[in-house]
């Protein structure tokens, strides 16, 4: 292991991400029936509900969020440099915006390597305050990395854990060819309707 330093930090990712994901596109099985959202698919599964999040000023499409199992997962892929990872840093980054907003954040080591456990302050709909409990996952994948924030039982519940992380690993992560500067969010896009090509 050598020193990380913060410009250009070591890959933070599985051992086998290449075989059990998430995966590169040119390492997803090309016959099964992925739902294309551009610089993601998702592999359709028996209750799982997608929802795309949308920026309102531009109207670009920010992160895929998927219901599953009773947790919630938001997904979002960046652009990566080919010989560093972008996680550690990420991490560090989420740690100061949870801190900020008067929550609590601990580092720990996952199954998919180290990620983030944060109590969030939220107000509820009365006004009363509460904590929402988040995990924060990422992966360093070939320039590309996945930022993942599981919510509901997979933040807390071991089997509700692993069934969230299962679907976080089946992701397929499209970079594509175009030059694209570090940490920029690779395009999402609607799926195409079925029918329509």
Do not use: C, H
């Amino acid at each position: 292991m050598t020193d990380a330093t913060p410009t250009g930090s070591e890959k933070s990712a599985p051992e086998d991400r290449a075989t059990s994901g998430p995966f590169d596109e040119s390492e997803a099985n090309r016959v099964r029936p992925y739902i294309d959202l551009g610089g993601v698919k998702v592999l359709p599964r028996e209750g799982l509900n997608l929802r795309l999040e949308v920026e309102e000023q531009t109207k670009r499409i920010v992160a895929v969020g998927l219901d599953y199992a009773g947790s919630t997962l938001q997904v979002q892929p960046f652009a990566a440099p080919r010989s560093t990872g972008l996680w550690e840093e990420t991490r560090e980054q989420i740690r100061q915006q949870v801190k900020q907003q008067g929550g609590r954040v601990e580092e720990r080591e996952g199954p998919l390597g180290p990620e983030l456990l944060a109590e969030v302050p939220v107000a509820g709909p009365e006004g009363q305050s509460g904590k929402r409990l988040a995990r924060f996952v990422g992966v360093d994948g070939p320039r590309w990395f996945l930022r993942g924030v599981i919510g509901g039982s997979g933040a807390s519940d071991p089997a509700a854990a692993a069934q969230i992380e299962d679907l976080f690993r089946s992701i397929v992560v499209v970079r594509g060819d175009t030059p694209m500067p570090p940490r920029d969010l690779i395009p999402l896009r609607m799926p195409a309707t079925p029918g329509t090509a």
